[in-house]
Protein backbone atom coordinates (compact mmCIF):
# COMPACT_ATOMS: atom_id res chain seq x y z
CA UNK A 1 0.00 0.00 0.00
CA UNK A 2 0.76 3.87 -0.75
CA UNK A 3 1.46 5.60 2.19
CA UNK A 4 -1.13 8.09 2.80
CA UNK A 5 -0.68 11.34 4.49
CA UNK A 6 -2.88 14.74 4.52
CA UNK A 7 -0.08 16.72 4.06
CA UNK A 8 1.32 17.60 0.77
CA UNK A 9 5.24 16.95 0.12
CA UNK A 10 7.33 20.19 0.56
CA UNK A 11 9.91 18.14 -1.95
CA UNK A 12 10.22 15.45 -4.47
CA UNK A 13 13.41 13.82 -4.17
CA UNK A 14 15.46 10.98 -5.27
CA UNK A 15 15.30 7.74 -3.58
CA UNK A 16 16.87 4.80 -6.62
CA UNK A 17 18.78 5.36 -9.59
CA UNK A 18 19.87 2.46 -11.81
CA UNK A 19 21.65 2.19 -15.26
CA UNK A 20 21.63 -0.38 -17.94
CA UNK A 21 23.90 -0.47 -20.93
CA UNK A 22 24.39 -3.84 -23.46
CA UNK A 23 27.04 -5.99 -23.70
CA UNK A 24 28.08 -5.65 -27.10
CA UNK A 25 30.82 -3.17 -27.37
CA UNK A 26 31.40 -0.92 -30.61
CA UNK A 27 34.87 0.91 -30.16
CA UNK A 28 35.88 3.62 -32.63
CA UNK A 29 38.53 1.02 -34.11
CA UNK A 30 35.66 -1.21 -34.97
CA UNK A 31 34.24 1.81 -36.94
CA UNK A 32 37.52 2.58 -39.05
CA UNK A 33 37.06 -0.63 -40.37
CA UNK A 34 33.76 0.05 -42.13
CA UNK A 35 33.71 3.65 -42.42
CA UNK A 36 35.73 6.97 -43.36
CA UNK A 37 36.84 7.52 -39.81
CA UNK A 38 39.64 7.00 -37.88
CA UNK A 39 39.83 6.83 -33.78
CA UNK A 40 41.96 10.19 -34.07
CA UNK A 41 38.89 11.88 -35.36
CA UNK A 42 36.38 10.62 -33.48
CA UNK A 43 38.70 10.82 -30.03
CA UNK A 44 39.60 14.81 -30.95
CA UNK A 45 36.14 16.02 -32.19
CA UNK A 46 34.08 13.93 -29.94
CA UNK A 47 36.20 12.60 -26.98
CA UNK A 48 33.57 9.28 -27.52
CA UNK A 49 36.09 5.45 -27.16
CA UNK A 50 33.53 3.33 -27.66
CA UNK A 51 29.74 2.80 -27.17
CA UNK A 52 27.59 -0.36 -26.43
CA UNK A 53 24.78 -1.54 -29.12
CA UNK A 54 21.96 -4.39 -28.51
CA UNK A 55 21.92 -7.57 -30.26
CA UNK A 56 19.89 -8.83 -32.85
CA UNK A 57 16.49 -8.69 -30.65
CA UNK A 58 16.98 -6.94 -27.65
CA UNK A 59 15.10 -3.33 -27.65
CA UNK A 60 14.81 -0.08 -25.85
CA UNK A 61 12.50 -2.05 -23.87
CA UNK A 62 14.98 -4.63 -22.46
CA UNK A 63 17.49 -1.78 -21.23
CA UNK A 64 14.63 0.31 -19.94
CA UNK A 65 13.61 -2.85 -18.04
CA UNK A 66 16.97 -3.51 -16.98
CA UNK A 67 17.34 -0.10 -15.91
CA UNK A 68 14.31 0.44 -14.36
CA UNK A 69 14.44 -2.59 -12.49
CA UNK A 70 18.12 -1.53 -10.78
CA UNK A 71 16.52 2.04 -9.51
CA UNK A 72 13.60 0.25 -8.07
CA UNK A 73 16.49 -1.67 -6.17
CA UNK A 74 18.46 1.05 -5.70
CA UNK A 75 15.01 2.32 -3.72
CA UNK A 76 14.36 -0.04 -2.00
CA UNK A 77 11.27 -1.36 -3.88
CA UNK A 78 8.74 1.17 -3.00
CA UNK A 79 5.35 0.84 -4.24
CA UNK A 80 5.19 2.89 -7.72
CA UNK A 81 2.26 4.71 -9.06
CA UNK A 82 3.36 6.53 -12.22
CA UNK A 83 6.22 5.06 -14.98
CA UNK A 84 7.59 7.70 -17.26
CA UNK A 85 9.37 6.57 -20.24
CA UNK A 86 11.59 8.96 -21.94
CA UNK A 87 12.29 7.60 -25.66
CA UNK A 88 12.97 8.25 -29.30
CA UNK A 89 13.31 4.45 -29.91
CA UNK A 90 10.33 3.21 -28.81
CA UNK A 91 9.76 -0.90 -29.40
CA UNK A 92 7.18 0.39 -31.49
CA UNK A 93 5.38 3.30 -33.45
CA UNK A 94 2.31 2.41 -31.34
CA UNK A 95 1.45 1.55 -28.64
CA UNK A 96 4.29 3.04 -26.36
CA UNK A 97 6.62 0.90 -24.47
CA UNK A 98 6.25 2.01 -21.01
CA UNK A 99 3.03 -0.03 -20.39
CA UNK A 100 4.99 -2.99 -21.82
CA UNK A 101 7.88 -2.10 -19.51
CA UNK A 102 5.74 -1.39 -16.39
CA UNK A 103 3.77 -4.56 -16.60
CA UNK A 104 7.72 -6.52 -17.35
CA UNK A 105 8.88 -4.70 -13.57
CA UNK A 106 5.60 -6.21 -12.07
CA UNK A 107 4.00 -2.85 -11.41
CA UNK A 108 0.77 -3.91 -12.55
CA UNK A 109 -1.81 -1.48 -14.20
CA UNK A 110 -0.27 2.20 -13.01
CA UNK A 111 -0.29 4.30 -15.57
CA UNK A 112 2.30 4.42 -17.93
CA UNK A 113 3.40 6.75 -21.07
CA UNK A 114 6.29 7.76 -23.43
CA UNK A 115 7.62 10.92 -23.73
CA UNK A 116 9.09 12.56 -26.87
CA UNK A 117 11.53 14.97 -26.37
CA UNK A 118 15.13 13.21 -27.99
CA UNK A 119 18.05 13.80 -25.88
CA UNK A 120 15.84 16.62 -23.63
CA UNK A 121 13.51 13.78 -22.76
CA UNK A 122 14.98 12.62 -18.95
CA UNK A 123 14.76 16.26 -18.19
CA UNK A 124 11.64 16.60 -19.16
CA UNK A 125 10.23 13.32 -17.78
CA UNK A 126 11.79 14.38 -14.30
CA UNK A 127 9.84 17.77 -14.28
CA UNK A 128 6.86 15.84 -14.78
CA UNK A 129 7.49 13.25 -11.94
CA UNK A 130 8.55 16.22 -9.85
CA UNK A 131 4.78 18.29 -10.34
CA UNK A 132 3.08 15.24 -10.02
CA UNK A 133 4.75 14.02 -6.38
CA UNK A 134 4.06 17.80 -5.72
CA UNK A 135 1.01 18.08 -6.21
CA UNK A 136 0.10 14.79 -4.53
CA UNK A 137 -0.90 12.91 -7.87
CA UNK A 138 1.81 10.53 -7.80
CA UNK A 139 3.75 8.84 -4.81
CA UNK A 140 6.42 7.22 -5.96
CA UNK A 141 7.09 8.00 -9.88
CA UNK A 142 9.59 5.47 -12.34
CA UNK A 143 11.09 7.95 -14.86
CA UNK A 144 13.25 6.19 -17.04
CA UNK A 145 15.42 7.72 -20.28
CA UNK A 146 16.03 4.51 -22.86
CA UNK A 147 16.84 4.94 -26.50
CA UNK A 148 18.34 2.17 -28.72
CA UNK A 149 20.17 4.73 -31.46
CA UNK A 150 21.42 1.99 -32.83
CA UNK A 151 17.75 0.89 -34.82
CA UNK A 152 17.68 4.61 -36.53
CA UNK A 153 21.00 5.46 -37.50
CA UNK A 154 22.43 4.19 -40.78
CA UNK A 155 25.45 1.93 -39.97
CA UNK A 156 27.48 4.05 -43.06
CA UNK A 157 27.18 7.61 -42.55
CA UNK A 158 30.05 8.43 -40.49
CA UNK A 159 28.06 11.69 -39.36
CA UNK A 160 26.16 10.05 -36.57
CA UNK A 161 27.37 6.37 -36.55
CA UNK A 162 30.35 7.55 -34.76
CA UNK A 163 28.74 9.63 -31.92
CA UNK A 164 25.73 7.58 -30.91
CA UNK A 165 25.20 4.88 -28.43
CA UNK A 166 22.61 2.42 -27.00
CA UNK A 167 21.47 2.36 -23.52
CA UNK A 168 19.25 3.28 -20.27
CA UNK A 169 19.21 5.17 -16.82
CA UNK A 170 15.88 5.37 -14.42
CA UNK A 171 15.95 7.58 -10.98
CA UNK A 172 12.78 6.93 -8.77
CA UNK A 173 11.05 9.95 -7.91
CA UNK A 174 8.91 10.09 -4.21
CA UNK A 175 8.28 12.69 -1.59
CA UNK A 176 9.53 14.46 0.96
CA UNK A 177 7.87 16.23 4.05
CA UNK A 178 11.22 17.67 5.61
CA UNK A 179 11.34 21.63 5.93
CA UNK A 180 14.81 21.25 5.81
CA UNK A 181 15.02 18.01 2.54
CA UNK A 182 16.54 19.79 -1.01
CA UNK A 183 15.85 17.09 -3.38
CA UNK A 184 14.69 18.62 -6.92
CA UNK A 185 14.85 22.41 -6.86
CA UNK A 186 13.80 23.84 -10.25
CA UNK A 187 13.54 23.33 -13.53
CA UNK A 188 13.53 25.50 -16.93
CA UNK A 189 12.05 23.54 -19.75
CA UNK A 190 12.13 25.06 -23.38
CA UNK A 191 11.35 24.20 -27.02
CA UNK A 192 11.60 25.74 -30.47
CA UNK A 193 9.84 23.97 -33.10
CA UNK A 194 11.00 25.90 -36.14
CA UNK A 195 14.36 23.93 -35.55
CA UNK A 196 12.80 21.07 -36.11
CA UNK A 197 15.03 20.23 -39.05
CA UNK A 198 18.23 19.88 -36.94
CA UNK A 199 17.57 16.73 -35.89
CA UNK A 200 15.22 14.05 -37.61
CA UNK A 201 14.60 11.07 -39.01
CA UNK A 202 11.71 12.49 -41.83
CA UNK A 203 9.55 9.67 -42.53
CA UNK A 204 8.00 6.77 -40.51
CA UNK A 205 5.51 9.22 -39.26
CA UNK A 206 2.11 11.40 -40.61
CA UNK A 207 3.97 13.26 -42.73
CA UNK A 208 6.24 10.84 -44.96
CA UNK A 209 4.35 7.48 -43.94
CA UNK A 210 6.71 4.69 -44.13
CA UNK A 211 4.88 3.55 -47.44
CA UNK A 212 5.40 7.04 -49.26
CA UNK A 213 9.22 6.64 -48.41
CA UNK A 214 11.26 7.15 -51.98
CA UNK A 215 14.87 7.61 -49.93
CA UNK A 216 16.64 5.65 -47.84
CA UNK A 217 18.10 8.92 -46.51
CA UNK A 218 14.32 9.54 -45.28
CA UNK A 219 14.18 6.48 -42.90
CA UNK A 220 17.52 7.00 -40.60
CA UNK A 221 18.22 9.61 -38.02
CA UNK A 222 19.66 12.67 -39.40
CA UNK A 223 21.53 15.61 -37.76
CA UNK A 224 22.83 18.97 -38.82
CA UNK A 225 25.38 18.30 -36.40
CA UNK A 226 27.22 21.95 -36.83
CA UNK A 227 24.08 23.97 -36.02
CA UNK A 228 23.50 21.48 -33.18
CA UNK A 229 26.94 22.12 -31.53
CA UNK A 230 26.61 25.84 -31.55
CA UNK A 231 22.84 26.20 -30.39
CA UNK A 232 23.33 22.79 -27.42
CA UNK A 233 26.13 25.18 -26.21
CA UNK A 234 23.52 28.48 -25.79
CA UNK A 235 20.64 26.35 -25.30
CA UNK A 236 22.32 24.17 -22.06
CA UNK A 237 24.46 27.80 -20.94
CA UNK A 238 21.32 29.75 -20.75
CA UNK A 239 18.92 27.33 -19.46
CA UNK A 240 20.95 26.36 -16.44
CA UNK A 241 21.08 30.47 -15.65
CA UNK A 242 18.49 30.26 -15.30
CA UNK A 243 17.50 27.04 -13.21
CA UNK A 244 20.48 28.69 -10.86
CA UNK A 245 18.39 31.26 -10.38
CA UNK A 246 15.41 30.09 -9.18
CA UNK A 247 17.21 27.12 -6.90
CA UNK A 248 19.39 30.74 -5.32
CA UNK A 249 22.69 29.16 -6.18
CA UNK A 250 25.57 30.40 -7.82
CA UNK A 251 28.24 28.77 -10.09
CA UNK A 252 30.38 28.24 -7.14
CA UNK A 253 27.71 26.19 -5.32
CA UNK A 254 27.49 23.80 -8.23
CA UNK A 255 29.92 20.64 -6.81
CA UNK A 256 28.92 18.37 -10.62
CA UNK A 257 27.35 19.88 -13.59
CA UNK A 258 25.94 16.62 -15.21
CA UNK A 259 25.07 17.99 -18.89
CA UNK A 260 23.96 16.00 -21.77
CA UNK A 261 26.49 13.39 -23.41
CA UNK A 262 26.96 15.18 -26.56
CA UNK A 263 29.99 15.59 -27.27
CA UNK A 264 33.46 16.59 -25.06
CA UNK A 265 33.81 19.52 -26.23
CA UNK A 266 30.03 20.97 -25.77
CA UNK A 267 30.70 19.54 -22.66
CA UNK A 268 33.78 21.90 -22.24
CA UNK A 269 32.11 25.18 -23.61
CA UNK A 270 28.86 24.81 -21.67
CA UNK A 271 30.81 24.57 -18.30
CA UNK A 272 33.13 27.53 -19.26
CA UNK A 273 30.55 29.70 -19.96
CA UNK A 274 28.71 28.44 -17.07
CA UNK A 275 32.05 29.41 -14.92
CA UNK A 276 32.05 25.85 -13.50
CA UNK A 277 35.67 23.84 -13.84
CA UNK A 278 36.03 21.66 -15.64
CA UNK A 279 36.75 19.20 -13.21
CA UNK A 280 33.00 19.18 -12.07
CA UNK A 281 31.48 18.45 -15.51
CA UNK A 282 30.64 14.86 -15.31
CA UNK A 283 32.32 13.04 -18.39
CA UNK A 284 30.93 9.55 -19.21
CA UNK A 285 30.18 9.64 -22.85
CA UNK A 286 34.14 8.78 -23.75
CA UNK A 287 33.41 5.27 -23.13
CA UNK A 288 29.11 5.22 -23.89
CA UNK A 289 29.22 7.73 -26.71
CA UNK A 290 25.60 9.61 -26.70
CA UNK A 291 22.69 7.55 -25.17
CA UNK A 292 20.03 10.63 -25.65
CA UNK A 293 17.35 10.22 -23.16
CA UNK A 294 19.61 7.54 -21.49
CA UNK A 295 22.84 10.10 -21.16
CA UNK A 296 21.74 11.87 -17.89
CA UNK A 297 20.47 9.46 -15.58
CA UNK A 298 23.34 6.80 -16.95
CA UNK A 299 25.86 9.50 -16.26
CA UNK A 300 24.33 10.05 -12.50
CA UNK A 301 24.85 6.10 -12.15
CA UNK A 302 28.46 6.34 -13.51
CA UNK A 303 29.46 8.75 -11.15
CA UNK A 304 27.34 8.11 -8.33
CA UNK A 305 30.42 6.72 -6.06
CA UNK A 306 31.88 10.32 -6.37
CA UNK A 307 28.91 12.22 -5.01
CA UNK A 308 28.53 12.80 -1.52
CA UNK A 309 25.13 13.52 0.27
CA UNK A 310 23.97 17.15 0.40
CA UNK A 311 26.00 17.55 -3.51
CA UNK A 312 24.71 20.07 -5.33
CA UNK A 313 24.04 19.03 -9.23
CA UNK A 314 23.07 21.11 -12.15
CA UNK A 315 21.34 18.75 -15.20
CA UNK A 316 21.36 20.34 -18.74
CA UNK A 317 20.22 19.15 -21.78
CA UNK A 318 19.58 20.10 -25.55
CA UNK A 319 17.95 17.66 -28.07
CA UNK A 320 15.80 17.09 -31.32
CA UNK A 321 12.42 19.39 -31.83
CA UNK A 322 14.52 21.35 -30.58
CA UNK A 323 13.79 20.66 -26.75
CA UNK A 324 16.44 21.86 -24.22
CA UNK A 325 16.22 22.22 -20.52
CA UNK A 326 17.97 22.33 -16.97
CA UNK A 327 17.32 21.00 -13.48
CA UNK A 328 19.22 21.63 -9.91
CA UNK A 329 19.27 18.28 -8.26
CA UNK A 330 20.47 17.88 -4.21
CA UNK A 331 22.21 14.52 -4.27
CA UNK A 332 20.67 12.21 -1.74
CA UNK A 333 22.17 9.39 0.86
CA UNK A 334 21.35 6.20 -1.65
CA UNK A 335 22.83 2.93 -2.90
CA UNK A 336 23.57 2.42 -6.50
CA UNK A 337 24.72 -0.91 -8.21
CA UNK A 338 27.44 -0.56 -10.41
CA UNK A 339 26.58 -0.08 -13.93
O1 LIG B 1 22.31 14.70 -28.87
C1 LIG B 1 21.63 15.79 -29.49
C2 LIG B 1 22.55 16.90 -29.61
N1 LIG B 1 23.61 16.52 -30.53
C3 LIG B 1 24.73 17.21 -30.48
O2 LIG B 1 24.87 18.04 -29.61
C4 LIG B 1 25.78 16.97 -31.55
C5 LIG B 1 26.40 18.30 -31.90
N2 LIG B 1 27.39 18.26 -32.96
C6 LIG B 1 28.59 17.68 -32.83
O3 LIG B 1 28.88 17.08 -31.83
C7 LIG B 1 29.59 17.87 -33.94
O4 LIG B 1 29.08 18.85 -34.85
C8 LIG B 1 29.91 16.56 -34.69
C9 LIG B 1 30.71 15.64 -33.80
C10 LIG B 1 28.62 15.89 -35.14
C11 LIG B 1 30.76 16.88 -35.91
O5 LIG B 1 31.92 17.60 -35.53
P1 LIG B 1 32.34 18.95 -36.28
O6 LIG B 1 33.59 19.40 -35.69
O7 LIG B 1 31.17 19.87 -36.24
O8 LIG B 1 32.64 18.40 -37.73
P2 LIG B 1 32.03 18.86 -39.12
O9 LIG B 1 30.68 18.27 -39.31
O10 LIG B 1 32.19 20.32 -39.30
O11 LIG B 1 33.03 18.16 -40.09
C12 LIG B 1 34.43 18.57 -40.14
C13 LIG B 1 35.12 17.67 -41.15
C14 LIG B 1 34.39 17.59 -42.46
O12 LIG B 1 35.34 17.47 -43.49
P3 LIG B 1 35.80 18.74 -44.36
O13 LIG B 1 34.53 19.29 -44.95
O14 LIG B 1 36.43 19.68 -43.37
O15 LIG B 1 36.74 18.16 -45.34
C15 LIG B 1 33.60 16.31 -42.35
O16 LIG B 1 33.31 15.74 -43.60
O17 LIG B 1 35.18 16.34 -40.62
C16 LIG B 1 34.55 15.45 -41.56
N3 LIG B 1 33.90 14.40 -40.81
C17 LIG B 1 34.52 13.27 -40.45
N4 LIG B 1 35.76 12.83 -40.64
C18 LIG B 1 36.08 11.64 -40.12
C19 LIG B 1 32.63 14.38 -40.35
N5 LIG B 1 32.39 13.23 -39.68
C20 LIG B 1 33.57 12.54 -39.74
C21 LIG B 1 33.96 11.29 -39.22
N6 LIG B 1 35.22 10.89 -39.42
N7 LIG B 1 33.12 10.51 -38.51
Known amino acids: MLQQTKHKPTTAVLLGIGGYVPQTIITNQDLEYRLDTSDEWIQ ?9 QVSDGESTSDLAIQAGRRALDSAG ?5 LVILA ?6 PCPATAPYV ?3 LGLGD ?5 LAAVCSGFIFALAQANAAVLSGQSHNVLVIGADAFSSIINPEDRNTAVIFGDGAGAVVIGPSYDQQSDGLSAFELRSDGSQKDLIMVAAGGAQIPLRDSTSDSDRFFAMKGKEVFSKAVNAMSSSSRTALEKSKWKAKDVDWLVAHQANQRILNCVSTALNIPSEKAVVHLDRVGNTSAASIPLALADHASSFKEGDRILLTAFGGGATWGAATLTWPNISVAEL
Open 87 to 92: TTTPDH
Open 102 to 104: ASK
Open 110 to 114: VPAYD
Open 44 to 52: SRTGIRMRR
Open 77 to 81: NPDID
